[in-house]
């Protein structure tokens, strides 16, 4: 009977193991997947970028070009995205914003995860929704 139980466990375990293994790839979760101008992008440009004195469409920093005056919306940030001076100096050479100019209060540089948001956000062709 021991003889019979043994083989009964033996082959019950080797069923558990070949049916729970599979070639299947993981899944991978895509960090970029849900990444877009109005879930995720619009705070970072608001709170660094969209602000009196900056880019917050007044013209009031006369040091900024009309065209990229203001990214109070997707609309006005569109130009700069289109024209590849937001990639550049935003995320290449991580100019923005500019600590010469930053009105007290608001941060001197993006952080880390922020680079890496809008890192994503341009390689997926700057998504609005």
Do not use: R
Not at 9 to 23: G, K, N, Q, W
């Amino acid at each position: 009977m021991l003889k019979y139980a043994t083989i009964f466990i033996t082959i019950l375990a080797v069923i558990v193991v070949t049916t729970s293994c599979s070639d299947d790839d993981p899944v991978v979760i895509d960090p970029c997947a849900e990444i877009n101008y109005e879930s995720t992008v619009k705070e970072i440009i608001n709170s660094s970028c969209a602000y009196s004195g900056c880019h917050d469409g007044t013209g009031a920093n006369t040091f900024i070009p009309e065209l990229s005056n203001d990214f109070t919306t997707y609309a006005g940030l569109k130009s700069v995205l289109d024209g590849g001076t937001f990639n550049t100096n935003t995320i290449v050479n991580k100019t923005m914003p500019p600590a010469a100019f930053v009105q007290p209060g608001f941060p001197m540089e993006l952080t880390d995860d922020q680079i890496e948001t809008l890192t994503c956000w341009h390689d997926a062709g700057y998504p609005e929704n």
